[in-house]
């Protein structure tokens, strides 16, 4: 069974950081990209970062290029999202996603079966 888990949400004051975590498990293939997407209140969800596990190539939205960091551990299941420079507008609850292949490759939306639960991010001005 998958299961893909965020942890390290919370409060934080404009200006800020957090680092945010994402464990996927019971895939039965080594996830090639895996990815951060973020849905504000009232809001569509929006893309964060995602990286290629192997190439380590990352890939950034435009409202967080040069804040957050996305990186992965040696084993490629575990993700992190280092987030600096914090926003009022950064506040969403953030979700993982263990296969973003095909939403890197032409726009699909990220598979299902591979969504965390997600993490609350709230940042007060």
């Known amino acids: 069974q998958v299961q893909v888990v965020e942890t390290g949400g919370g409060s934080v004051q404009a200006g800020g950081s957090l680092r945010l975590s994402c464990a996927a498990s019971?895939?039965?293939?080594?996830?090639?990209?895996m990815g951060w997407f973020r849905q504000a209140p009232g809001k569509e969800r929006e893309f964060v970062a995602a990286?290629?596990?192997?190439?380590?190539?990352?890939y950034y939205g435009d409202p967080v290029k040069g804040r957050f960091t996305i990186s992965r551990d040696n084993a490629g299941n575990t993700v992190y999202l280092q987030m600096n420079d914090l926003k009022p507008e950064d506040t969403a609850v953030y979700y993982c996603?263990?296969?973003?292949?095909?939403?890197?490759?032409?726009?699909?939306?990220?598979?299902?079966?591979?969504w965390g639960k997600g993490t609350l991010v709230t940042v007060s001005s």
């Open positions: 019971g895939l039965t293939f080594t996830s090639i990209a």
């Open positions: 996603n263990a296969d973003v292949v095909r939403y890197l490759a032409n726009g699909d939306s990220p598979g299902q079966a591979y």
């Open positions: 990286i290629r596990t192997t190439s380590g190539n990352t």
